[in-house]
Nanobody, 125 residues
């Protein structure tokens, strides 16, 4: 199982960015998968996730209405479309996957077993 994030960049406040997570070794519709982020000096927090049960998404309150997670199964890619970015969104963003016996996603990172290396998002003027 491999996950590789990309798309991180420096963006101005109010801007938009799309992150990608390409996976290998499994199919996205069989694994619960999510986006997490970790800012310097802070714990990793869940941002968004998609369940394998029904494809439904869950979001952290801080990003609801601003971020959208989606899957392109044909491309084996998970996306995170981010808009209205704020300096507080500055962090390293990771995608994670649960083992396939757990189809429901969660925003708690301790329940994820596979991780990518992360991609840096910096929101600054």
């Amino acid at each position: 199982v491999q996950l590789v994030e990309s798309g991180g960049d420096v963006v101005q406040p109010g801007g938009s960015l799309r992150l990608s997570c390409v996976v290998a070794g499994f199919t996205l519709d069989e694994y619960a998968i999510g986006w997490f982020r970790q800012a310097p000096g802070k714990e990793r927090e869940g941002v968004a996730c998609i369940s394998a049960t029904d494809g439904s998404a869950d979001y952290a309150d801080s990003v609801t209405g601003l971020f959208t997670a989606s899957i392109d199964s044909a491309k084996s890619t998970l996306y995170l479309q981010m808009s209205g970015l704020k300096p507080d969104d500055t962090a390293k963003y990771y995608c994670g996957a649960r083992v396939p016996m757990f189809k429901q996603c969660t925003l708690f990172d301790e329940f994820y077993d596979y991780w990518g290396q992360g991609t840096q998002v910096t929101v600054s003027s």
